[in-house]
Nanobody
Framework: QVQLVESGGGLVQAGGSLRLSCVAS????????TGWFRQAPGKEREFVAA????????NYADPVKGRFAIFRDNAKNTVYLRMNSLKPEDTAIYYC??????????????????WGQGTQVTVSS
């Protein structure tokens, strides 16, 4: 098993930046592909970004392409989500997720076995 703890959320003005962190504990972090998802009030959880187990491949949802970047530091058991040019529509709870024993998790939440508790991101206009 792996435990995931997100941090770095907060309140930011439109156009600002935040960096989310997700620290993993438990089994070897390099065994897991990881992803970030978000859920706004009254909406379904949606895919934001994914990164392969090795860190060599990434994928982004269309609304965040060119603004967000996912990267991981396996030595620190941490995956990050750098968010630039934030918009009010980015307001949501952001969740880190891990998919075990696969190189790539992808955009489907069902592919992920473990989830963090989430961190709130609020973007004011």
């Amino acid at each position: 098993q792996v435990q995931l703890v997100e941090s770095g959320g907060g309140l930011v003005q439109a156009g600002g930046s935040l960096r989310l962190s997700c620290v993993a504990s438990g089994r070897t972090f390099t065994s897991y592909a990881t992803g970030w998802f978000r859920q706004a009030p009254g909406k379904e959880r949606e895919f934001v970004a994914a990164i392969s187990r090795s860190g060599g491949s990434t994928n982004y949802a269309d609304p965040v392409k060119g603004r967000f970047a996912i990267f991981r530091d396996n030595a620190k058991n941490t995956v990050y989500l750098r968010m630039n040019s934030l918009k009010p529509e980015d307001t949501a709870i952001y969740y880190c997720a891990a998919a075990g024993e696969v190189e790539w998790g992808g955009p489907a939440p069902s592919r992920y076995d473990y989830w963090g508790q989430g961190t709130q991101v609020t973007v004011s206009s």
